[in-house]
């Protein structure tokens, strides 16, 4: 347990570190923008690819965890959809946008790559490929339609520019394809890749920091409790159905149980803004749910005997 604790506070400590080097004014505005590139570009990538490639054989299973990381923004997409209902457009662009989507590659995976083995990491990863498919455009082109007077239609072109843009998504993607195919790496190129896939739990929870924005006002706080209220059911619902009913293997059972309480993903606040919605409102719920997950999944890692 003790390791599990160390690990947790070392992550909030570099989380404040970079929420110190913001509001101290010692880094640049700019600064989170700039970390967050060097994690979507280089340590993220190259942290995907060592993952997959200490895995032998990559089963059916991971499909399906791709297919669950579409599911769950579908159906998160739908519960905002009722319950909003016959709410202003700006209440219904903040649900749609913000109940769904997952940041799982900066925020979980350095959590699963610290406490479970490879298999774990590469089912997050999967999971991941789904969720990024949603977080990236789909979610976003739905709900601007949606949403929309104009009704101009879906714009297949703009959304898989978006999509594969990503270059962790073509990663996923490639990695996946590569290890159905038992294709290995070559061991000088992931020597090479290795120090860069180290720095990914740093750079990640630095990031975190650095965009970590605390204007919080009194008249969000409903809204904020009633998103993150829903997210938390259906991460308990998903967590128990991951791990007592799906047959899988008990590291990937774990894994899922984990992500569930994955916090609100980093680009919801800004699609939110674009579609008409608070900004503002979905960067605090945003802020908040990353203070939560920390805790809940240093509570999920003890309760699970990870350590």
Request: hydrophobic share 55%; net charge positive; proline share 4%.
């Amino acid at each position: 347990m003790t390791t599990v604790l160390l690990t947790a506070f070392s992550f909030m400590l570099i989380i404040l570190i970079g929420v110190f080097l913001h509001l101290g004014g010692i880094l640049p505005e700019s600064a989170g923008d700039i970390v967050k590139r060097i994690l979507i570009n280089v340590t993220l990538p190259c942290a995907i690819i060592i993952n997959f490639s200490k895995i032998e054989v990559v089963g059916a299973e991971m499909l399906v965890m791709a297919a669950l990381g579409i599911a769950v923004n579908v159906i998160m997409i739908v519960v905002g959809i009722i319950i909003t209902k016959k709410k202003s457009r700006e209440a219904k662009a903040l649900n749609i946008l913000c109940l769904p989507a997952y940041n799982i590659g900066a925020f979980c995976l350095p959590f699963v790559q610290s406490f479970l083995p490879a298999l774990g990491s590469v089912a997050a990863c999967m999971f991941d490929v789904g969720n990024s498919v949603m977080c990236t455009g789909a979610t976003y082109a739905f709900a601007s339609e949606y949403l929309s007077d104009s009704r101009a239609g879906f714009d297949l072109k703009s959304f898989a520019k978006r999509l594969f843009s990503s270059l962790p998504l073509v990663t996923y993607v490639l990695m996946f394809i590569l290890s159905v195919a038992q294709f290995r790496l070559p061991r000088p190129f992931l020597s090479l890749i290795a120090p860069m896939a180290a720095a990914n739990t740093f750079t990640a929870m630095l990031m975190i920091g650095l965009l970590l924005r605390f204007e919080f006002q009194r008249d969000y706080m409903g809204d904020i409790c009633r998103i993150l209220g829903v997210r938390h059911a259906a991460a308990l619902a998903l967590a128990l159905v991951g791990y007592y009913v799906l047959p899988f293997d008990t590291v990937i059972r774990r894994t899922l149980v984990l992500i569930s309480f994955a916090p609100i993903s980093a680009v919801a606040p800004a699609y939110t803004g674009m579609c008409g919605g608070d900004e503002g409102k979905a960067g605090a719920a945003n802020s908040i749910s990353i203070i939560l997950s920390v805790i809940e999944i240093t509570i999920l890692l003890i309760i699970m005997k990870l350590y």
